[in-house]
């Protein structure tokens, strides 16, 4: 028995650190770029205060992409190809179905929903956390300025939210 | 045992008055010894919550004052601060029992803690199914080599929650309707098959504490289900949402077989397999009613099928043979499940049926009559069973 509780133990410790190793595969070994994004502000008594993100790269109108109905089923993964400019921020160029080549940039998504010849696409890069009682805030000075997001993505296309940032380059969360 | 008992053995002279002050002695002794027994696990499980969810809330909090690599490191430690010395206690050196399963059900919640805390660092949906599964698959087996019941009850409301999640995130990606009796319909096959499991888990000595537990979430949620099937009203909404010529979608219909097929297994090993004892229950020949009732529904919902009286009589068959169960296997339990379900279900068919008929004053005024007099039979003839089922309630 007292094995069977050691090796629980052990099991914890591996689904606690799998999940950190994961993200921070992703953080190590990625490349950061900045993402445009517009949020709305929920407030959750267990999951805190978060700021849910909205991105150019969630929306596409399919006649621009790769993609076909047939190509593609909600839930099912695609890929975001992302042309990076001088101030590092990533401008999404085209959808696909598949991995692309080796020498393409970009962030691996799932297909949330496909109407009227648009498909929504998320990256898990949607929710920022941020301390409780600073929702509210943060939500007013996002009203009056533009706000970037900074964003690991991996070699695989997996991204980590690292930051929220204003026009200048400073964090809105220190 | 009951006092009344001792009295009668007494007069019958099965045993001597000295004997039975003996017996009295040690009837009062065990009460004596059960109740404090209980009380020590109830006050050591509320603690054990109350630092649990404090530990929830401190991560919804996001306290920034302190490093996130600290702060996990603080979690996973108060979870292991827990979870070792709990073993000590309970099974090591088996002084605290009580306390020692308390701290390892605080682990159980700490843990949870820990990975929602890792996820809120990297910014991943706290509503996402994995997290609440990776929680859940942590702790499903301290619960079978505990069998305690407080952890059972924590998995099986994750089990839950991360069925709503999974559905409600698949239900999200669908363009137009996702009807609500697909998501109903999906809880009563799962909850058949949580019910026909955790009858298997009687046939282990070892487990036999949590059997209860789990059949009595499961059967709550099932009728519950049942219950909404009972009503007009949700038909009439269901017929409007198939107007829009609605088909299931393929991985919602694999989805609905696949449940079917685990709780048509779990019914059959429950109540097919030979166990330890030989019993007559109605259980499975009532659940399997249920399951081809709900499925019937869920993949053939057209909007003529009676479906309405359908489920008000299997309702109401289900209730009437859980009383005739409870009586003839001398339960209070079950009895006071069907009579508690046929109470509600009362209460539902009156106001269905009367609200527009009578005056709103005559309305209450008959029903509040009819309920007490329910209440004064119900109370009397509770009496009457536990003298007559005595020590097996």
Redesign the interface.
Same mark, same amino acid.
């Given at each position: 028995?007292?094995a069977?509780?050691i090796?629980?133990?052990v099991?914890?410790?591996c689904?606690?650190t799998g999940?950190?190793g994961f993200?921070e595969f992703t953080?190590q070994t990625g490349t950061e770029v900045i993402l445009e994004t517009r949020i709305i502000d929920p407030r /959750?008594?267990?999951?805190? /205060?978060?700021v849910i993100l909205s991105y150019d790269i969630s929306r596409f109108n399919m006649s621009d992409t790769f993609l076909d109905n047939d190509s593609i089923a909600?839930?099912g993964s695609v890929y975001v190809s992302l042309r990076i400019d001088g101030n590092g921020h990533a401008h999404p160029q085209n959808v696909y179905p598949e991995k692309p080549s080796v020498d393409v940039f970009f962030i691996k998504g799932k297909?949330?929903?496909?109407?009227n010849g648009f498909i929504n696409i998320v990256y898990?890069?949607?929710?920022?956390?941020?301390?409780?009682g600073k929702g509210r805030e943060i939500e007013q000075k996002l009203r009056e300025e533009n706000i970037n997001v900074r964003v690991t993505i991996d070699r695989f296309g997996n991204a980590?939210?690292t930051g929220l940032e204003d026009n200048s380059g400073n964090p809105v969360?220190q | 045992m009951h006092n009344s008992m001792i009295r009668r053995w007494i007069q019958k002279g099965l045993i001597t008055p000295e004997q039975a002050t003996l017996l009295q002695k040690e009837l009062n002794q065990y009460r004596s010894d059960r109740s404090s027994r209980q009380i020590v696990s109830v006050l050591s499980t509320i603690g054990a919550l109350l630092l649990g969810i404090a530990s929830?809330?401190f991560? $919804?909090?996001?306290?920034?004052a302190l490093p996130d690599w600290t702060k996990?490191l603080i979690f996973?430690g108060v979870?292991?601060i827990s979870?070792?010395p709990g073993?000590y206690l309970c099974?090591?050196k088996a002084s605290f029992p009580r306390t020692g399963l308390a701290l390892i059900f605080l682990s159980c919640l700490t843990?949870g803690a820990?990975?929602f805390l $890792? $996820?809120?660092?990297?910014?991943?949906?706290?509503?996402h199914h994995i997290l609440v599964l990776?929680w859940l $698959?942590?702790i499903v087996?301290?619960m079978f080599?505990t069998a305690s019941r407080a952890i059972a009850c924590l998995c099986l409301w994750l089990f839950y929650i991360w069925m709503e999640l999974f559905i409600v995130q698949?239900a999200?990606?669908?363009?137009g309707a996702f009807p609500g009796q697909i998501i109903m319909s999906l809880h009563v096959f799962v909850s058949i098959g949580l019910f026909a499991f955790g009858s298997l888990l009687k046939r282990s000595t070892r487990l036999l504490s949590i059997s209860p537990i789990i059949r009595f979430f499961s059967s709550l949620c099932a009728m519950g289900i049942l219950f909404i099937f009972t009503f007009g009203d949700f038909f009439k909404a269901v017929s409007s949402e198939y107007k829009y010529a609605y088909t299931i979608p393929a991985?919602i219909r694999a989805m609905i077989y696949t449940s079917i097929i685990f709780a048509g297994m779990l019914l059959f090993a429950s109540g097919l397999l030979p166990g330890k004892q030989k019993r007559t229950s109605v259980e499975e020949p009532l659940l399997l009613l249920i399951l081809s009732a709900v499925t019937l529904f869920a993949v053939h919902p057209v909007d003529r099928f009676p479906y309405e009286y359908v489920f008000n009589a299997v309702f109401v068959i289900t209730l009437l043979f859980s009383v005739i169960n409870g009586y003839r296997n001398a339960n209070m339990g079950w009895i006071a499940f069907g009579i508690f379900w046929l109470t509600v279900y009362l209460i539902a068919r009156y106001c269905d049926m009367f609200w527009n008929l009578l005056p709103r004053s005559l309305f209450f005024a008959v029903g509040g009559i009819l309920l007490l007099f329910w209440g004064i039979m119900l109370e009397h003839r509770r009496k009457q069973l536990r003298q007559q089922f005595g020590t097996k309630t």
């Open positions: 028995m007292r069977s509780f090796a629980i133990a099991w914890w410790a689904i606690v999940l950190i993200k953080v /959750d008594l267990f999951r805190g /205060d978060y909600p839930g297909v949330h929903a496909v109407n898990g890069i949607e929710s920022y956390f941020v301390p409780e980590v939210l969360i | 929830i809330l991560v $919804a909090a996001n306290w920034q996990i996973l979870t292991y979870y070792f073993i099974y090591e843990m820990s990975l $890792a $996820a809120q660092i990297y910014h991943v949906q706290a509503n990776l $698959a942590g087996p301290l080599l698949i999200e990606t669908r363009t991985d």
